[in-house]
């Protein structure tokens, strides 16, 4: 391989390092919510069996289990919200493939084990476009809320069509 195949570099290598910090983000924000969510709820049944004897204690247990529940559902929803695992499993899975194809390529291996040069680099290309244009698709989708491939299909004189 020459060195005037700037591809990896300056495509490949940027991507496959903006995917894989986007993945270790979304996974940090993930196990963060989805502990303040276990924590919070594991520990109101706990503040609600002390038992107080002063009344005072008592107003302070159920505002502090309010509280508790409070956080519990706020970083509940936050995290389904701004969809931290999708997010996470979608970006690492993105960063492994380009990983894999790179060394696919350097080590001219599976579909890259062809003699000419650029018609090996076109095959890169043409992967590595392919994954991040899926990707964007997938994120799309997922983010409106739509499955990828779903269509819709034309009606029939059986369910209300012509």
Do not use: C
């Not at 290598?13 to 969510?37: C, G, I, P, R, V």
């Not at 049944?45 to 004897?53: E, G, R, T």
């Not at 990983?99 to 076109?122: C, H, I, N, T």
């Amino acid at each position: 391989m020459s060195d005037d195949f700037t591809y990896i570099k300056e495509r490949l290598d940027a991507q496959e390092s903006w995917h894989s910090a986007k993945a270790a983000t979304y996974k940090k924000n993930y196990y963060l919510a989805e502990t303040f969510t276990l924590v919070s709820g594991a520990l109101i049944p706990v503040i609600n069996v002390l038992n107080f004897s002063n009344p005072q204690y008592m107003e302070l247990v159920q505002i502090a289990s309010a509280l508790l529940a409070s956080v519990a559902v706020v970083a509940g929803g936050i995290s389904k919200l701004f969809k931290f695992q999708d997010n996470w499993l979608n970006y690492r899975g993105v960063a492994e493939a380009l990983g894999r194809e790179k060394q696919f390529f350097l080590m001219q291996a599976e579909d890259y084990e062809v003699e000419d040069e650029m018609e090996r680099r076109r095959i890169l290309v043409e992967r590595v476009e392919h994954i991040l244009a899926e990707n964007t698709a997938k994120f799309l989708a997922l983010h409106r809320g739509k499955r990828i491939g779903a269509t819709r299909q034309p009606k029939t004189a059986t369910d209300g069509g012509e």
